[in-house]
């Protein structure tokens, strides 16, 4: 079955540091795959995507590559704002299979700190 | 602004008492989710429909857990009886699919249910 596999947080950083958060993932096709971005108190939004391999998302400076030979989606800024705190989940979906739901990893918490 | 509407935002009921929360997805979506979210295990899809039609509730616990779209704008999540076990806070979603979308779905705010 589909899997999402994230890295374990919580992380925090300091205010304009670089973030990567990892995530691979198993798939029985060609899955399209997402990160969604958590505020407190809120539902999940979409903060990028992308659809085939070698295909990059990017959104609010945030930037993920799909990555077919090494089955993964990390997601990475260049320059973290104390707004960026949140909790992020990577996702994918495989309609290839008709299966349109998503399969989320477990969240990675990030506290960015002036 | 189209939104995917949840109520209520926030219930506390005792155990044993019926909860039902309900959701209104976007305006032309034809799949609809609902999944909970709790500290221990994260986001578990419960269950989804497309068409109106329920396609997986293989993650829901039917004897207590039901969940129905009566018309293409309500989605309703019931619980009946509720146990503490239950408190957690449950996520509606939709999406459109299409031979060609990408799944992306749209979320609601969430209910936050605590059952004591």
């Known amino acids: 079955g589909n899997s999402v596999t994230q890295m374990e947080g919580p992380v925090t950083l300091s205010e304009e540091a670089f973030l990567t958060i990892n995530c691979t993932y198993t798939a029985t096709g060609y899955p399209s795959l997402f990160w969604y971005v958590q505020y407190p108190g809120e539902g999940l939004q979409l903060l990028l995507k992308a659809t085939k391999a070698d295909d990059k998302g990017s959104n609010k400076g945030f930037e993920a590559t799909y990555r077919k030979e090494t089955t993964s989606f990390h997601l990475e800024k260049g320059s973290v704002q104390v707004s960026d705190s949140a909790v992020y989940f990577c996702?994918?979906?495989?309609?290839?299979?008709?299966?349109?739901?998503?399969?989320f990893g477990t969240g990675t918490r990030l506290t960015i700190i002036p | 602004d189209a939104r995917v509407t949840q109520t209520p935002r926030h219930k506390v009921t005792e155990m044993g008492q019926e909860v039902t929360m309900r959701c209104q997805p976007i305006l032309g979506h034809n799949t609809v989710f609902w999944y909970r979210q709790t500290m221990m295990q994260g986001l578990e899809l419960l269950a989804y429909f497309r068409n109106r039609a329920p396609l997986d509730d293989s993650g829901m616990p039917k004897d207590r857990f039901s969940a129905e779209m009566p018309d293409a704008t309500l989605a309703t999540l019931k619980i009946q009886p509720s146990e503490p076990r239950d408190s957690a806070v449950y996520f509606c979603?939709?999406?459109?699919?299409?031979?060609?979308?990408?799944?992306?779905?749209?979320f609601g705010e969430g209910s936050r249910l605590t059952v004591l």
């Open positions: 996702a994918l979906s495989d309609l290839n299979f008709g299966n349109e739901k998503l399969t």
């Open positions: 979603a939709s999406g459109l699919r299409t031979t060609r979308d990408t799944g992306e779905l749209f």
